[in-house]
């Protein structure tokens, strides 16, 4: 099946919220290097939802970045993965335009977004990703930051053939979302406590 795709849905959505959620991401240090934290993270995500990649993500004003990232450590889908980012990239799998993928739609949105196979809904299925990487099924949901009312970006897992993910898919990444903003405020806490000393 395809679909005719109005030009105007292969690009990222309007998001008037950039400026604010770029400032908080300055103030907590996020969005702009790897996180080992992070990435740990997003290993126990795949490993929850079955999934073979899972990303926490952070949209910027002009890309989003992988903050943790998880992919298969062998097989020609990671390996796909990797190669096709890093032809745009000097860090491989870690960045992505604006115009690719569903978590700038999600963040915008601040809703989870499901999509068992991305082929059957015209807006998404012309998306860069879909041809290009493979990508035929995606979970994410918005992490919300309460302390600002700001989305800083997503939590998601993508897979290269259609997943049933179902009411339990939905729940379990609005979870993970819960809890991984609650790491960010723990950091961010500990960042600020006065009780904090460090000595050189």
């Known amino acids: 099946m395809t679909f005719e795709m109005d030009d105007r849905l292969l690009t990222a959505p309007h998001d008037p919220e950039v400026g604010q959620r770029m400032a ?3 103030a907590l240090g996020l969005g702009d290097r790897p996180d080992a934290q992070f990435d740990e993270f997003a290993a ?12 926490v993500n952070f949209i910027g004003d002009r890309e989003q970045y992988f903050a943790g990232l998880y992919t298969p450590s062998n097989g020609a889908a990671g390996a796909t993965l990797e190669a096709i980012q890093a032809s745009a990239h000097n860090d491989p799998g870690r960045e992505m335009d604006l115009d690719h993928g569903f978590c700038p739609h999600v963040v915008v949105r601040r809703k ?4 068992d196979d991305v082929c059957e809904y015209p807006r998404f299925a012309g998306n860069p990703v879909v041809d290009k990487i493979g990508i035929r099924s995606y979970l994410g949901a918005p992490l919300i930051d309460d302390r600002t009312g700001t989305a800083l970006g997503t939590v998601c897992v993508v897979a290269t ?3 049933p993910w179902g009411r339990q898919g939905l729940e379990t990444i609005k979870a993970m979302a819960g809890e991984l903003m609650q790491l960010i405020h ?5 960042a600020t406590s006065p009780g904090q000393r460090y000595f050189a």
């Open 24 to 26: 908080r991401l300055r």
């Open 44 to 55: 126990r995500l795949a490993r929850i939802t079955g999934a073979p990649y899972a990303m």
């Open 112 to 115: 989870a977004l499901v999509l």
């Open 161 to 163: 053939e259609p997943r």
């Open 186 to 190: 723990e950091r961010e806490d500990q």
